[in-house]
């Protein structure tokens, strides 16, 4: 029997041995819990970035409110002195002119300087030579003044305007031509594009007026039909209201004014101001421009007076009304008219 129980002991003792490491093994109650968070390959959501809109490929033009290229709103302004004599007549390209000033000069006739930049044509001219006042006409629009020439007095005066000079003869002589269709002096065309586009580094104009937001009539002012002008009593002249094209047209003379090729010449802005004449320089009057005065507003289908003022010879044209507020002009073509206050100016 002693042999018997030996073996049952040690088996006893093995299945003891065993079963203290399983059970070991095996977790209490107690010491479950939460499992820890298991890491995870995933990377965070980036947030896409938007895409920027497109730039913008028009501006507001400075001299017309109206839209332009933003390639075309860099380039310079270009001015130019056009002849208003009867053999100069009819003009090429001033129905495109975005401001037009038309001034009083020798012998009561009158002249223009016509400044292009938001519509540039071909040809433009008869081209003519300057007058003393044209300096503070030009100045604050910077860019080309192209001109035939002149007294070597106002020459002088317009080279120190700090704009460049193109004149009839010059170092820009290759962008002008005289034209067989017309009679000398009355006949030198201009090549607009290609003497704009030789100096295109130079600075684009800033706006010489503030406009309306919705292009319309003046904040105040009396119905009108028009508006006659007396510069002389060799050079009258009228504007009238044209209800179809929301325009006034131009006459000279009794007869409708026109532009080389038929096109009647209209504005959307017909601006007058009353100015007096310095007569330093004998038979050439100058217009009296840097100072202030009176002056009527037509836009719209209606006229309104202003006050207007030019502080100094880059200066631009401020104009407002009777309790001293600016007054817009509506979005499009301006003429300008210095009409001395020797002359006359009747609202229809």
């Not at 730039?55 to 860099?74: I, K, N």
Request: aromatic share 6%; proline share 9%; hydrophobic share 35%.
């Amino acid at each position: 029997m002693t042999r018997l129980a030996a073996p049952r002991l040690s088996a006893l003792v093995i299945l003891a041995v065993l079963a203290g490491p399983l059970s070991a093994c095996t977790p209490s109650p107690e010491a479950s819990g939460t499992p820890s968070p298991v890491a995870t390959s995933e990377r965070p959501q980036s947030t896409p970035t938007p895409t920027p809109p497109p730039p913008p490929t028009t501006v507001s033009a400075p001299l017309r409110g109206t839209e332009m290229s933003v390639a075309d709103a860099r380039r310079p302004a270009l001015s130019v002195k056009i002849d208003n004599h009867y053999d100069a007549r009819p003009q090429y390209g001033i129905d495109r002119a975005d401001i037009v000033v038309e001034e009083l000069v020798e012998g009561g006739l009158t002249r223009y300087v016509a400044t292009w930049h938001s519509d540039l044509p071909a040809e433009v001219g008869p081209v003519r030579s300057i007058r003393p006042m044209d300096p503070d006409i030009v100045s604050p629009l910077g860019g080309i003044i192209a001109y035939s020439g002149g007294r070597a007095q106002f020459v002088s005066m317009m080279q120190k305007s700090g704009l460049h000079n193109a004149v009839h003869g010059g170092a820009d002589d290759r962008f002008m031509y005289r034209t067989g269709e017309r009679r000398a002096p009355h006949n030198v065309i201009l090549k607009a594009p290609q003497l704009v586009a030789a100096y295109d580094d130079l600075a684009a104009p800033k706006a010489q007026f503030r406009y309306t937001e919705t292009g319309a009539a003046p904040l105040s002012g009396t119905k009108s039909a028009g508006i006659d002008l007396t510069f002389s009593r060799v050079s009258p002249r009228s504007w009238t209201w044209d209800q179809k094209s929301s325009t006034y047209v131009r006459s000279q003379h009794g007869r409708a004014d026109t532009a080389a090729g038929g096109t009647r010449i209209a504005a959307t802005n017909v601006l007058v101001l009353r100015v007096s004449i310095d007569g330093r320089y004998g038979d050439v009057p100058k217009t009296v421009l840097v100072g202030s005065g009176k002056g009527t507003l037509s836009t719209g289908g209606y006229a309104m007076p202003v006050v207007w003022s030019k502080e100094s010879r880059t200066a631009p044209i401020v104009l407002k009304d009777a309790a001293g507020s600016e007054v817009p002009v509506g979005i499009g073509k301006t003429w300008v008219e210095l009409v001395p206050t020797a002359g006359g100016v009747a609202i229809r």
